[in-house]
């Protein structure tokens, strides 16, 4: 077997990546790509590293079927040279099920959130490693950092925002950028006049807070999509 071949079945192994045809969607290039490293019978390195970025392969068990499938931290994916208490990868064979692949992506501070309006980006804290049915582009996830929504949602939770859902529906949980706070997580509810939104917390100890309609939509960054909790 030769060793675009040996590579070849590993990446089908990991992704289900059954023909060229899937895989070339895997890793966003034409089939001709893929017909023309199976002539040279040599991989591209960047095909390592996109599926490192999007699966946390391993490049030395695509290339040569030694060490773990997967790395990964508690942070996300990193180089495991050993086993050690700061280290672990599960067992490959659970990695086979599509449903438990994983993704990298960015955790973003509540504190930094731009405002409305404005060309600035949130400000990356770190990296989280989630299941890739969790993931998509329209995803946010940031760490809570306030009790305001205990116990529902406790302080320390990794709280996903899809911000392609901005429509307010009534009693749903939504992060809100508020001035002098940055984001903040709500329940939110349109009161009785249908003129204002009232913003309610779990946590009885913080009052509500009541917006304008319009002022509501300008300041919503998205709607509250998961929660990942520790224990």
């Given amino acids: 077997m030769s060793n675009f071949e040996e590579v070849f079945e590993r990446i089908k ?8 045809v899937g895989l070339a969607e ?13 002539r040279r019978n ?5 095909w390592y590293m996109k599926l ?33 208490p700061v280290s672990a990868y599960e067992d490959v064979a659970l990695y086979s ?25 949130p400000k990356i804290e770190g990296k989280l ?43 749903e949980l939504y992060g809100v950028y508020m001035p002098h706070e940055g984001l903040v997580v709500k329940r939110v509810y349109l009161d009785a006049t249908g003129s204002s939104f009232i913003l309610r917390s779990e946590n009885s100890r913080h009052p509500e807070v009541t ?8 300041s919503i960054a998205g709607r509250v999509a998961w929660a990942l909790h520790h224990l």
């Fill in 13 to 20: 192994l990991a992704t289900n990546a059954r023909t060229q």
């Fill in 26 to 38: 895997v890793l966003d290039i034409r089939q001709s790509s893929i017909s023309d490293a199976k």
């Fill in 42 to 46: 040599s991989i591209p390195a960047d």
């Fill in 52 to 84: 490192f970025e999007r699966f946390g392969l391993n490049p030395d068990w695509l290339k040569k079927g030694s060490g773990p499938m997967y790395l990964r931290t508690e942070l996300g994916y990193a180089p495991v040279e050993s086993t050690s």
């Fill in 97 to 121: 099920d599509p449903n438990a692949k994983a993704e990298v992506v960015s955790i973003y501070s509540m504190r930094h959130w731009p405002a409305p309006g404005t060309a600035d980006a």
């Fill in 129 to 171: 490693s989630i299941p890739l049915s969790f993931a998509a582009p329209s995803i946010k996830v940031f760490l809570l950092d306030a009790t305001s929504m205990e116990p529902l949602i406790r302080k320390g939770a990794f709280v996903a925002l899809d911000t392609a859902q901005k429509q307010v529906v009534s009693g």
């Fill in 211 to 218: 917006l304008p309609v319009n002022a509501l939509a300008e």
